[in-house]
């Protein structure tokens, strides 16, 4: 038997449909052909497995310690996804009857690794072939599954996405329960959650509030001229603006802004009245090509812009537009472009347009069918392509109000690829009057072509053309009539709001110093996948980080509180950088992804013993210094970081080495040696404040130094402390 293995059901109803018949349905597959020549076809629905939880490996783990941390399987192991256990074990059936397997998931890295773990989960022991499909149209499919490839050639992939998948365990399981457990023990409540993906997204925001925040208005000055030339036929009179010279850099800003208001009087007086030459001259007609079909970020940041629609709403209603109604494709796509065969198809998808969208119907009436834009590129297609209204002519249901929308986007990006281009006069002018430079500028869209298909905003649509230059020729003289200068003030960078945010996280190389860094980012999807990043915010607004202050996106004071005592390492989005820059070698069969896990190890050792920052979460380690050592490693019991002797009004005490932010403070003793031996303090097994040693009714024992916060208890023996398995007394108790 020869099983098919596509990704979703979708790609396995288009192999199917591609094979020769009769079809059998079967739950879970679909059977082609008869006979010995019978193929069966089946599919994953997204992963069918994840990485298992830690208590799978220690059952210690599954309780959140920090005595516990680091926690680093020797051996990884998968576990069936709930909501997948049925279709497992129907693809396990399969597999074990299978002579050969074709791969069938999409072409990309989580595409090749989704397929090939539940293939190495079943135990296969038959060849596997590949094939690589990313156009559902019958004549690609077919000519697709008639040339496999062996999937040994793709094992590099696979062990990038594994390396990747890895990766973000460790990170986010280890930093999570790092900094939750270090946030309890100073009181805080809730799960302070760390990733590769959603902390550089709250550092973003974060970093957003504090610029606005610490935003101090400064005045600037625009200085323009009205002008006009003085031969008999150009008369008419223009505006021009100065153009800051090298010459003034010092009064300018980094948007060469004039900040000095004498200066700018000056300048106004100098050229006030005098004659000037024009020195440059430009006038084009500059043409537009329409914009490509929508990506699923294109529609959630567009939805966002034009109707307030938050990026998981926006996904929603795609996903119901491409389930339920079967109106639009495949939504969770990072792709722009089209297959070409599907420009066949336009004439039956316009149609469509008119009957879905009848506030449509004249603009597909208008389309021009002959035309070809550049979104119809097989090599710019990629596991998925642009998302595009299908040929269905009528939705299961009446849409609502929000479907409507996102199909109507949807749609004008389509019929836009078969609209003419755009057509802007543009003009500009300059000027010397002088010492000063000046330049004026004309725009105004002369065609509009595919641009009445946009929606715009009404304060967008307010906006009027420039005004028409007199057409000069270079050296033509020119006099300056008036001079005005208007004084204004710098303003600081908007909130984020849902279509802005998403924006940054799609283009985050922007947000990246680094030169090399930032052409990686440039080159990879941003920040999260197209399928992720909605359920990245959704994440980030449960988990407390953000909230929502009307159509604004801010941090909270728990977000805020986080980036804070997080490295720029964590915070900044450059970590995705690197990282893709190691798993594109291992892509290629150059890097090692064992190195690449066990560097990440290190690192993230090194987080977790690291000292507090100021008003940190506390280390896992015992910290280090001078201060750390003149009391035993003893921890302030409100902050938990390192506490050091001092001399009182009552004599000599613990304070914490955090004062005055800090006044946490102890008695001497508790749990620091007073006879000058070494003896460091022992942790509380419970909350990890030193035991101090007692003398009760019954004798001595060992108990918190937290009392009453904390009523842990130990035994002693000998004058020291017994511990949980440490023999031969019984275990630790907690007093009531």
């Given at each position: 038997?020869?099983?098919?293995?596509a990704?979703?059901?979708s790609?396995?109803?288009?192999?199917?449909?591609?094979?020769?018949?009769?079809?059998?349905?079967g739950?879970?597959?679909?059977?082609?052909g008869s006979?010995?020549?019978a193929?069966?076809?089946?599919?994953?629905?997204g992963?069918l497995?994840?990485?298992?939880?830690?208590?799978f490996?220690?059952?210690?783990?599954q309780?959140?310690?920090?005595?516990?941390?680091?926690?680093?399987?020797d051996?990884?192991?998968?576990?069936?996804?709930?909501?997948?256990?049925?279709q497992?074990?129907?693809?396990e059936?399969?597999?074990r009857?299978?002579?050969?397997?074709?791969h069938?998931?999409?072409?990309?890295?989580?595409?090749?690794?989704?397929?090939?773990?539940?293939?190495?989960?079943?135990?296969a022991?038959?060849p596997?072939e590949?094939v690589?499909?990313?156009?559902l149209?019958p004549?690609?499919v077919?000519?697709?599954?008639?040339?496999?490839?062996?999937n040994?050639q793709?094992?590099h992939?696979?062990?990038?996405?594994?390396a990747?998948?890895?990766?973000?365990?460790?990170?986010?399981?280890?930093?999570?329960?790092?900094c939750?457990?270090?946030?309890?023990?100073q009181g805080e409540?809730g799960?302070y959650?760390?990733?590769r993906?959603q902390?550089?997204?709250?550092g973003?925001?974060?970093?957003?509030?504090?610029?606005?925040?610490?935003?101090?208005?400064?005045?600037y000055?625009?200085?323009?001229?009205?002008?006009?030339?003085t031969?008999?036929?150009?008369?008419?009179p223009?505006q021009?603006r100065?153009?800051?010279?090298?010459a003034?850099?010092h009064?300018?800003?980094?948007?060469?802004?004039?900040?000095?208001?004498?200066?700018?009087?000056?300048?106004?007086a100098?050229?006030?009245g005098?004659?000037?030459?024009v020195?440059?001259?430009r006038f084009?007609?500059?043409k537009?090509?329409?914009?490509?079909?929508l990506s699923?970020?294109?529609l959630?940041?567009?939805?966002?812009?034009?109707?307030?629609?938050?990026?998981?709403e926006?996904?929603?209603?795609?996903?119901?537009?491409y389930e339920?109604?079967?109106l639009?494709?495949y939504p969770?796509?990072?792709?722009?472009?089209?297959?070409?065969?599907?420009f066949?198809q336009?004439?039956?998808?316009?149609?469509a347009?008119?009957?879905?969208?009848?506030?449509l119907?004249?603009?597909t009436?208008?389309?021009?069918l002959?035309?070809?834009?550049?979104a119809?590129n097989?090599?710019?297609?990629?596991?998925?392509h642009?998302?595009?209204?299908?040929?269905?002519?009528?939705p299961?249901?009446?849409?609502s109000?929000?479907?409507?929308?996102?199909?109507d986007l949807v749609?004008?990006?389509?019929?836009?690829?078969?609209?003419?281009?755009?057509?802007h006069?543009e003009?500009?002018?300059g000027?010397?009057?002088?010492?000063h430079?000046?330049r004026?500028?004309?725009t105004a869209?002369?065609?509009?072509g595919?641009k009445?298909?946009?929606?715009?905003?009404?304060e967008?649509?307010?906006?009027?053309?420039?005004?028409?230059?007199?057409?000069?020729?270079?050296g033509?003289p020119?006099l300056c009539?008036?001079?005005?200068?208007?004084?204004?003030?710098t303003?600081?960078p908007?909130?984020?709001t849902?279509?802005?945010?998403?924006?940054a996280?799609t283009?985050?190389?922007?947000?990246?110093?680094?030169a090399?860094?930032?052409?990686t980012?440039?080159?990879?999807?941003?920040?999260?996948t197209?399928a992720?990043r909605a359920?990245?915010?959704e994440?980030?607004f449960?988990?407390?980080?953000?909230?929502?202050?009307?159509?604004?996106?801010?941090?909270?004071?728990?977000?805020?509180?986080?980036?804070?005592?997080?490295?720029?390492?964590i915070?900044?989005?450059?970590?995705?950088?690197?990282w893709?820059?190691t798993?594109?070698?291992?892509?290629r069969g150059?890097?090692?992804p064992?190195?690449?896990?066990?560097?990440l190890k290190?690192?993230?050792l090194?987080?977790?013993?690291?000292?507090a920052?100021?008003?940190?979460?506390?280390?896992v380690?015992?910290?280090?210094?001078?201060?750390?050592?003149?009391?035993?490693?003893v921890?302030?019991?409100?902050?938990?970081?390192?506490?050091r002797?001092?001399?009182?009004?009552y004599?000599?005490?613990?304070?914490?080495?955090?004062?005055?932010?800090?006044?946490?403070?102890r008695?001497?003793?508790?749990?620091?040696?007073?006879?000058?031996?070494?003896?460091?303090?022992?942790?509380?097994?419970?909350c990890y404040?030193?035991?101090?040693?007692?003398e009760?009714?019954?004798?001595?024992?060992?108990?918190?130094s937290?009392?009453?916060?904390c009523?842990?208890?130990?035994?002693?023996?000998?004058g020291k402390p017994v511990?949980?398995?440490?023999?031969?007394?019984?275990?630790?108790t907690?007093?009531h």
């Open positions: 038997m020869r099983l098919f293995i990704e979703k059901p790609l396995g109803r288009a192999i199917a449909a591609a094979l020769p018949g009769p079809m059998e349905k739950p879970g597959w679909l059977r082609c006979g010995d020549e193929v069966v076809v089946s599919w994953c629905i992963h497995l994840e990485p298992a939880e830690p208590g490996y220690d059952p210690r783990w309780r959140w310690q920090l005595a516990d941390l680091p926690i680093f399987p051996r990884w192991a998968l576990s069936p996804r709930d909501t997948a256990r049925t497992l074990k129907v693809l059936g399969l597999i009857k299978a002579e050969v397997i074709v069938a998931g999409d072409p990309d890295r989580e595409g090749q690794l989704l397929v090939d773990e539940v293939i190495l989960h079943a135990g022991k038959c596997v590949r690589l499909i990313n156009d149209t004549q690609a077919a000519r697709a599954i008639s040339n496999p490839i062996d040994r793709f094992r992939l696979s062990h990038s996405a594994l990747r998948q890895r990766a973000d365990w460790l990170f986010g399981i280890n930093l999570t329960r790092f939750t457990l270090s946030y309890r023990q409540k799960v959650s760390v990733g993906v902390t550089p997204v709250l973003l925001v974060v970093t957003r509030d504090a610029t606005i925040a610490n935003f101090t208005p400064r005045p000055f625009r200085l323009s001229i009205t002008c006009h030339a031969d008999a036929e150009n008369q008419e223009f021009a100065w153009v800051a010279d090298e003034y850099r009064h300018l800003d980094e948007e060469d802004r004039l900040l000095d208001g004498d200066t700018a009087r000056q300048i106004a100098e050229v006030e005098r004659p000037g030459t020195t440059e001259v084009r007609d500059r537009e090509p329409p914009p490509l079909p699923l970020s294109v959630q940041i567009e939805a966002g812009r034009l109707y307030q629609m938050g990026a998981k926006v996904l929603d209603i795609a996903q119901n537009l339920k109604h079967q639009i494709t969770r796509s990072d792709c722009r472009y089209l297959p070409e065969g599907h066949e336009r004439q039956g998808v316009v149609s347009i008119g009957k879905v969208a009848t506030d119907l004249e603009a009436a208008q389309a021009d002959d035309l070809r834009s550049a119809w097989d090599k710019k297609v990629d596991a998925h642009g998302i595009i209204p299908t040929s269905r002519a009528r299961a249901t009446r849409l109000q929000g479907e409507a929308c996102v199909y749609s004008r990006y389509y019929l836009m690829q078969f609209s003419p281009e755009a057509i006069r003009g500009r002018l000027l010397t009057i002088g010492e430079r000046f004026a500028s004309e869209v002369f065609s509009a595919w009445t298909l946009e929606i715009r905003l009404r967008a649509r307010e906006t009027p053309d420039k005004r028409a230059l007199p057409r000069l020729v270079k033509d020119v009539d008036t001079a005005d200068l208007k004084e204004r003030l303003q600081p908007h909130y984020f849902d279509a802005t945010l998403l924006s996280m283009n985050i190389a922007r947000f990246v110093s680094d090399e860094l930032r052409k980012l440039r080159d990879t999807d941003g920040l999260g197209e992720t359920s990245v915010l994440t980030l449960r988990r407390d980080y953000l909230r929502r202050d009307g159509r604004f996106i801010k941090a909270t004071e728990k977000g805020h509180g986080l980036i804070a005592v997080l490295p720029d390492s915070s900044q989005p450059d970590r995705t950088a690197r893709e820059m798993l594109e070698q291992i892509r150059e890097g090692d064992r190195q690449f896990l066990a560097d290190s690192e993230i090194s987080f977790l013993q690291r000292p920052r100021q008003a940190g979460p506390a280390p380690s015992s910290p280090a210094g001078p201060e750390a050592e003149s009391a035993g490693s921890h302030c019991p409100k902050c938990r970081s390192p506490m002797q001092r001399t009182g009004k004599g000599d005490f613990l304070a914490c080495t955090r004062y005055p932010d800090c006044n946490g403070t008695p001497l003793g508790e749990g620091v040696p007073t006879d000058g031996s070494s003896q460091k303090p022992v942790p509380c097994p419970h404040s030193p035991l101090v040693r007692r009760g009714k019954k004798g001595w024992f060992w108990g918190c937290s009392y009453p916060g009523r842990q208890t130990v035994d002693d023996h000998e511990l949980p398995g440490n023999l031969p007394l019984r275990k630790a907690k007093r």
